[in-house]
């Protein structure tokens, strides 16, 4: 939900309930509205607005005015010249409407017809107000940020939105330029303001399709993986089935049963069950897998918190196997999501298991590496062919006699996401690391 046209502490107000309560919050703006109308976006599945990552954004866009060389100054002379503009807004609009419907590639987009112009005509004049208010804050940002991810949604190019905004530009700065009356210096000056607050508008709604374009990227070649192993998948699962259902017959059809011989049976198809369970789990985080919602995580106790969860202290082989965590830094904090974190975590973990077969040694060491933040996690088991190394991140990829070849996919699914990046190095005989480099960042 992004909010125009409300004063600041009454947005202030209708942000905090929005993290509770988003239909609370609509209804409180709507009283609130005085008849003036504001415009209201509503998103209470994303809720943008109370994301960390948002408030992350922001402080990218602080980064963005820094660098054009943004001031007060820019925002005072920008509002200063609103009413110049603002009776050449409609003209303008039409002019920018009227570019889009002149490209067939863009207009093959606009499914709606002039219904669908007239709405966004609507959503561009408040989108031009915003800009002439002078008040550049989070909601500023928000709107600019909707605009791109939009974009994506519709299938809109963004070359469209370049050359457009370029022509409201030329309209813009040409209107002030043709009604300006005082001091040619300061007419300048203010031509300057505007296109730089332009030039960051551009910039926020290009990396804001960018990112969109890239997460439906990522999920289209998901499902495009998906439908590759479809066939895989359906072998894998078909095995534990077989196995349920020969027992199902032995246990119908046979007479005078032993005890044995029916715990036997029970055993082998709640194996089954697990086998298929892990099968279906598996797909399932690799197709759905979300975006991660960052909060700050120490790795240390990511890391004791995973091999709890992965290394049961009743198991036989605990005692055969020695676990060792060291830790280097002196802040191991990062930006994560736990619960996709102790998934990929977990794969690592389970894997070094297996390469030791439950009885050698597994070193996890966090500190720093060429700039990053560090998990290596490094066990003495068998190793990996070289041949192999290259190819053990491809999904249904696996040398295990029952594995399906997605845990180590999903690991690395969920680790670019987090934008980590995953080495392995292995040699036959004497083991293999895996590490796990994180960005280290400011804000954590």
Known sequence: MAIDGFSFPMRKAIRFVLKTDPKK?????????????????FNTKSNLMSTKAKESYFDRYGQLQAYVGW???????????????SPSFPEMIDDFYATIKRTDDAVKVLTGGDTQINRLKQSLTSWINQLFDGNFDEMYVDQRLRVGHRHVEIGLDQVYTNVALSRLRSSIN?????????????????????????????AVIEDAYQIAHTKRQKQEERYATI????????????????????????????????DEKRDKHISRIEAAIDDSNLIVTALSEFARLPEPNLTTISMEKLIQETIAKNVLPGEPFKNQMRFSVACSLSDDHILGESAQL?????????????????????????????????????????????????????PLFTTKPKGIGLGLAITKAIFDAHRAELTVDSKVGQGSEFAVLFPIREDV
């Open 25 to 41: 919050a609509k209804v409180l703006a709507e009283k609130h509205c005085n008849g003036t109308h504001p415009t209201l976006y």
């Open 174 to 202: 040409q209107t002030i330029i043709a009604k300006w009356s005082g001091d040619q210096i300061e007419l300048a000056e203010t031509i300057t303001s505007v296109n730089r607050i332009l030039d960051l508008d551009l």
């Open 71 to 85: 001031s007060p100054e820019d925002a005072t002379r920008i509002a200063a010249v609103k009413q110049l503009v």
């Open 342 to 394: 102790l998934i990929a975590f977990g794969n690592l973990i389970r894997n070094a298991c297996h390469a030791v077969n439950y009885e050698g040694e597994i070193d996890v060491m966090i500190g720093e590496r060429n700039g990053k933040k560090m998990i290596a996690i490094k066990d003495n088991g068998i190793g990996i062919e070289e041949d192999n190394i290259k190819r053990i991140l491809e």
């Open 227 to 258: 439908g590759k192993v479809s066939g895989g998948i359906a072998h894998e699962i078909r095995n534990p089935l077989n196995i349920m259902k020969t027992s199902i017959y032995y246990l119908k059809n046979a007479k005078d049963i032993s």
